[in-house]
């Protein structure tokens, strides 16, 4: 029980910092779009990303840095594309809750969270690396490799489907606006760091 609420805990710490999936987990669930689908493909990429640290993955990615840096620059670049779209629709605004056809489809929105996930190498670093190293100080590294998964199951579900009690603020075109802007300015931001890492 101890390993499983040390995982559980390292992993809501890690996670429920602002960044580039969570603003866009939060997104879907304000439009109502393939939320389930959204929170269960952010879960499971965890989920495989975590399994991947507790058996040792992170000794790998220590022993091939430059595949950090394939990541690290794909990222960016992924970021400041999907980041200056954010400010774009900022600055055009809109007539508060976006429409269908502004919307990706359930391709689009799974291509987005596989490159928001995939290419991320903060979330190499949280899931594989920093909770892999954790884990290591637990006999129990199994319960904590569920205690893990069960937080990431319920941080992204609780923000995808929680976030439509912010529905009646977002109706407003105004708080889309201020969205858009704090994602895209998250977005750049991170790309930034990223580049700058190196």
Same mark, same amino acid.
């Given at each position: 029980m101890q390993a499983y609420l040390a995982g559980f805990a390292t992993t809501m710490s890690l996670i429920v910092a602002i960044g580039a999936q969570n603003a866009f987990v939060l997104r879907q669930g304000l439009l109502r779009r393939h939320v389930f689908v959204t929170c269960?493909?952010?879960?499971?990429?965890?989920?495989?990303?975590?399994?991947?640290?507790?058996?040792?993955?992170?000794?790998l990615a220590a022993r091939a840095p430059w595949l950090m840096e394939v990541m690290r620059w794909g990222g960016a670049a992924f970021l400041i594309v999907y980041g200056g779209r954010a400010l774009r629709a900022a600055w055009r605004g809109g007539a508060g809750m976006p429409?269908?056809?502004d919307s990706a489809g359930l391709r689009g929105t799974l291509a987005i969270l596989a490159a928001l996930t995939w290419l991320n190498p903060h979330v190499w670093l949280d899931t594989v690396?920093?909770?892999?190293?954790?884990?290591?100080?637990?006999? %129990?590294?199994?319960?904590?490799?569920i205690g893990a998964i069960s937080g990431?199951?319920?941080?992204f579900f609780a923000l995808g489907y929680g976030a439509r009690l912010l529905g009646p603020l977002f109706?407003?075109?105004?708080?889309?606006?201020?969205? %858009?802007?704090?994602?895209?300015i998250v977005m750049i931001a991170i790309a930034v760091g990223l580049m700058l890492a190196g």
């Open positions: 269960a493909f952010c879960a499971l990429s965890d989920a495989v990303l975590i399994v991947a640290g507790v058996l040792g993955a992170g000794t429409t269908g056809a690396v920093l909770i892999g190293s954790v884990a290591t100080g637990f006999g %129990d590294r199994a319960g904590f490799a990431s199951v319920l941080f109706a407003r075109p105004a708080a889309w606006r201020v969205l %858009d802007l704090c994602v895209g």
